[in-house]
């Protein structure tokens, strides 16, 4: 009796892992760590690998809630303006004479409260997630802008200070790496074994197939906003922490880095494919390439184009590679 199907060759299977996008992630990192220990003999040195990562880690808090977004067919552009509202209106309480841990833990509600609007506007109202945080966009960095105007928060305890610039006891490793390791292994751990983690791929893949099917979308979309608003928020906490101070147009583009990085790690635009290492590795292969060129002091606008292209290969390159494994399979 033969069967229906024809499995696969041992040939195709093995092609489908060797091309995983984070495999080939992997590979131009090793590329740009290869390139920039042979531009710059200071690019190896262990502390200032660590130290790299101060720079990247806001928009890493933030690209981990993002990915749950893009891959549940969804965006958020409001992510940085909920960062610098919630960033300010800490501050401000702060200044005002209030606790800086109560504070810190004010700004976190706010952002919480933030992306909660974004989430009931997208799911209740049924509106574009793209329409709506565009206009989050506006309204969040305005209130920051009206509370704070021209003036600068600064003065913060060194208690506080400490979780933006300090390192972890005696090591190299900065406490702001700590915290997104944490994060991103939690936020892993969501995503890829747990129902709710599989409910955001099924609504990135089909959104009414989920509803008919009983899938509570609503509420799937507002809790991923609502952790995309704290997320800006904790992200906030740290910017303010390493800056030492607040300005209204703190994390100004933040969103664009962080859509970035999320596509350059493989997550679909369209939703319903992506993984959390693919977003991991790609925010390093980002940070590691513009490390490298700051250490040549390569212009800021040259940094953008390369990130640019590479942006246009994540796009591109993941359907060459499908055409040539359904050739390959044929």
């Known amino acids: 009796m033969t069967s229906l199907t024809k499995a696969p060759p041992k040939r195709f299977i093995m092609l489908s892992l060797l091309l995983r996008w984070e495999w080939l992630l992997v590979l131009l990192i090793i590329v740009a760590c290869f390139v920039n220990a042979s531009l710059s003999r200071y690019f190896l040195d262990v502390d200032n690998l660590f130290d790299m990562t101060f720079n990247f880690m806001e928009k890493s808090l933030v690209a981990l809630p993002m990915t749950f977004i893009i891959i549940s067919g969804n965006i958020d552009l409001s992510v940085a303006s909920n960062l610098a509202m919630s960033a300010v209106i800490m501050a401000t309480a702060f200044q005002s004479g209030l606790n800086i841990w109560l504070a810190v833990l004010l700004g976190l509600c706010i952002g919480t409260i933030g992306g909660l609007i ?10 574009p997630a793209l329409a709506v945080t565009l206009g989050t966009y506006a309204l969040y960095r305005g ?28 090591t190299p490793v900065p406490v702001p790496l700590l915290l997104f390791s944490v994060m991103a292994v939690v936020f892993g751990l969501v995503l890829h074994r747990t129902a709710f983690g599989r409910l955001i791929y099924a609504i990135g893949n089909n959104e009414e197939a989920c509803r008919y099917s009983g899938v509570a979308v609503n509420r799937i979309k507002v809790i991923i906003f609502a952790l995309s608003g704290f997320m800006s928020a904790l992200a906030g906490v740290i910017m303010t922490a390493r800056f030492g101070s607040v300005r209204p147009n703190i994390a100004a583009g933040l969103e664009l880095d962080v859509i970035t990085a999320v596509v350059l790690g493989g997550v679909d635009i369209f939703g319903g494919q992506g993984s959390i290492l693919g ?37 591109l390159l993941p359907q060459l590679l499908r055409r040539f494994a359904l050739r390959s399979r044929g």
Do not use: C, E
Not at 156 to 169: A, C, E, H, R, T
Not at 287 to 311: A, C, D, E, H, Y
């Open 118 to 127: 974004n989430g009931l506007l997208v799911s209740r109202l049924r509106l």
């Open 279 to 315: 977003v991991v590795l790609a925010l390093f292969l980002m940070g590691i390439t513009r490390f490298g060129m700051s250490l040549k002091n390569v212009p800021g606008q040259v940094q953008s184009t390369l990130i640019g292209f590479l942006l246009i290969l994540a796009i």
């Open 143 to 170: 209130v920051a802008f009206v509370l704070l105007g021209d003036l600068v928060v600064k003065g913060f305890p060194d208690s506080f200070i400490y979780i933006g610039q300090g390192n972890v006891l005696n």
